[in-house]
């Protein structure tokens, strides 16, 4: 059974940069792209970012100028750096798993959000 | 980008009822079309990938179709526990996926 367990810093300041990561038990970690998503209170869902075991990262366009994502493959982790933040990226942050298939690409397995609070 | 509209916004409904929600595309994404349940507090969970195939555990009574740029997911009989917020997701324009804004399942 696949688990994606995720943390990181839950409150910042405007001007500061997000962290989190996210670990993968069960499963492969190699033959994925594992993704970022996030949720304003509230809101819908903007997909952020993935990565591969490869280090092969794609970015949201509207966020790549401030989005890097790098993996860990020795401990089967990935993280998500989202620098000069301000409170329009407040939001619930997911990471997950993203399947490639024939039937396209869809996100199957995915953590427990973290809450990221960005306030003076 | 590929936008993504689902209507309604908002639904309420009662125990065993027969609802559908729908999801339009701003460009034909063949059936590259994903559903997900939401429920407070909690991740999204996959129900639907290529518009129609069901991931492993979801409920008969839930359906998908669709093509091209017009989707639908129906619940043949509403259940307490189906009571929660819809999304769906394209994942034609493989680098920029994106979510429709949800449809929210209330009970009435």
């Known amino acids: 059974q696949v688990q994606l367990q995720q943390w990181g810093t839950g409150l910042l300041k405007p001007s500061e940069t997000l962290s989190l990561t996210c670990a993968v038990y069960?499963?492969?970690?190699?033959?994925?792209?594992w993704s970022w998503i996030r949720q304003p209170p509230g809101k819908g869902l903007e997909w952020i970012g993935e990565?591969?075991?490869?280090?092969?990262?794609h970015y949201n366009p509207s966020l790549k100028s401030r989005v890097s994502i790098s993996v860990d493959t020795s401990k089967n982790q990935f993280s998500l750096k989202l620098s000069s933040v301000t409170a329009a990226d407040t939001a619930v942050y997911y990471c997950?798993?993203?399947?490639?298939?024939?039937?396209?690409?869809?996100?199957?397995?995915w953590g427990q959000g973290t809450l990221v609070t960005v306030s003076s | 980008d590929v936008h993504m509209t689902q209507s309604p916004s908002s639904l309420s409904a009662s125990v065993g009822d027969r609802v559908t929600i729908t999801c339009r595309a701003s460009?034909?994404?063949?059936?590259?079309l994903n559903w997900f349940q939401q429920k407070p507090g909690k991740a999204p969970k996959l129900l639907f990938y290529?518009?129609?195939n069901s991931q492993s555990g979801v409920p008969s009574r839930f359906s998908g179709n669709g093509s091209g740029t017009d989707f639908t997911l129906t619940i043949s009989s509403l259940q307490p526990e189906d009571f929660a917020t819809y999304y769906c997701?394209?994942?034609?324009?493989?680098?920029?996926?994106?979510f429709g804004q949800g449809t929210k399942l209330e009970i009435k």
């Open positions: 069960g499963g492969s970690f190699s033959g994925y792209f």
């Open positions: 290529g518009a129609s």
């Open positions: 997701q394209q994942s034609d324009s493989a680098l920029m996926y994106t």
């Open positions: 997950a798993r993203l399947c490639e298939s024939v039937y396209g690409d869809y996100f199957d397995y």
């Open positions: 460009q034909s994404i063949s059936t590259y």
């Open positions: 990565i591969n075991h490869f280090g092969s990262s």
